[in-house]
């Protein structure tokens, strides 16, 4: 080649070009979509998550006030503690969310009531009571007899299956679960939870909690739903 000659252009074919132009379309689409949400939906919904300081310091005190009467109820219940002839009992959690104290929300976790409206079945014992007290205003509670016992499971009852729950409409799940403990059909679960009998803690585990509905007419008292 002599000095100073051009170089020849290299050919593309306009198939490759037409792919290059359409990629780099979408690129710049793409980033233009990102900066859009940036802009308005991004930055809005952090404005959102941000409270307010007077609604931290609401919820702080309500908490430290939710504590002091815990701590007030506990004395109570030391002092004017009665065990109930019924050896069973059905909770439901009716209230609490953010103005909970931490050790409240503990406590509710501990009798398994994670959610508003949901019940379980508890033994009747000095320990259950006591923090029952502690958690009186988030909860209500009675003595069910066979009737209502047979009643939450035939129509609320669930069970638990590897972490999932499962409608008991076969003895078969029973027996599956609880055979081991000569608990096979749902007639058995019923009698062992009404006498609260030696293998409650295991069938209550595999019951878990009862999802319950709202009364319509609202709370009658504090052992007004059972």
């Not at 406590?107 to 994670?114: D, E, G, H, P, S």
């Not at 008991?168 to 608990?183: P, S, T, W």
């Amino acid at each position: 080649m002599a000095e100073g000659e051009p170089l020849a252009l290299t050919y593309i074919p306009e198939v490759i070009l037409k792919k290059r132009k359409h990629k780099e379309e979408s690129i710049a689409l793409t980033r233009k979509n990102q900066l859009e949400l940036g802009q308005h939906g991004g930055k809005k919904k952090k404005v959102d998550d941000i409270k307010r300081p007077e609604q931290l310091v609401r919820e702080f005190r309500d908490k430290e006030l939710d504590l002091i009467r815990m701590k007030q109820r506990t004395k109570r219940a030391k002092s004017g503690l009665s065990i109930p002839n019924s050896k069973l009992l059905f909770v439901i959690r009716i209230h609490g969310k953010n103005d909970m104290h931490p050790k409240t929300r503990n406590i509710l976790y501990k009798l398994r009531l994670t959610r508003i409206f949901h019940g379980v079945f508890l033994k009747a014992t000095p320990g259950v009571l006591e923090l029952l007290q502690k958690v009186e205003p988030y909860v209500t509670y009675g003595y069910p007899n066979v009737k209502n016992v047979s009643d939450l499971i035939y129509k609320k009852g669930y069970g638990k299956i590897d972490n999932k729950r499962v409608p008991l409409v076969d003895n078969n799940i029973i027996e599956q679960a609880l055979g081991k403990h000569g608990i096979v059909c749902l007639e058995d679960v019923v009698h062992e939870v009404a006498n609260a009998g030696p293998h409650f803690k295991e069938i209550v585990s595999f019951l878990g909690s009862f999802s319950l509905n709202r009364p319509k007419e609202g709370l009658l008292g504090k052992e007004g739903i059972i």
